[in-house]
């Protein structure tokens, strides 16, 4: 009910915006015709690139995790070796997971990705998102770091929307956007570390 609201406003909104338009712009030249059509094309070829090279660069690589976790051990032993491989593997994984749910929604062409959390909730998450909250593949493209796991021990991961999957099911909010006002909102620290994960990692 609360998403069919959601969408008739939405689809008000854009009759205004387009009415008003219409009215004080009467006259738009040949080249306010074209440039949207070119500028859509060029950024939809853009957008498809896997997000591999740009996610890497902008989350921390492996050593620094490494060095990161081994200093925080000589002040508060709290991750063995085998805690530290733990948490790097699970990073690994998680952010291969990313890429590939973008890569594979790429293939066919999925505009929306939400986010949910597997197998635990994740307490550092829930501070700043929801499951079942989404962004559009363009967002991930401007903003590769929209790509779990957000920081160390970390459970959120992001699922392409197939306009199939009911979000009902992950959220009690519906389908809700993750960008307020087309801003990117504030993510966790990478060096967040959820209690539970102690000396044997989190999962
Ligand atoms: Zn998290």
Known sequence: ????????????????????VAITKPNHSEDDVHNPLIHASGIYSIVRKSPRDAV???KPDVEEIRKYLSNLNENI????PDAVENVINNWNKSLENSIKAVEDGDRQNVEFYYFDFEPVDCPICSNYLKKGQFVTREEIFNHPNLLPPFHLGCTATLLPHHGKEDLRETT??????????????????WKSIPKQTTIRGSR
Not at 77 to 80: P, Y
């Open 77 to 80: 032993n709290k991750f063995s």
């Open 172 to 189: 009690e909010l519906g389908m809700m956007p993750l960008f307020k006002r087309g801003k990117c909102p504030e993510l966790p620290d």
């Open 56 to 58: 890497y660069e902008v």
């Open 1 to 20: 009910m609360i998403v069919v609201i959601v969408i008739a406003v939405i689809f008000l909104a854009l009759m205004l915006v387009a009415l008003r």
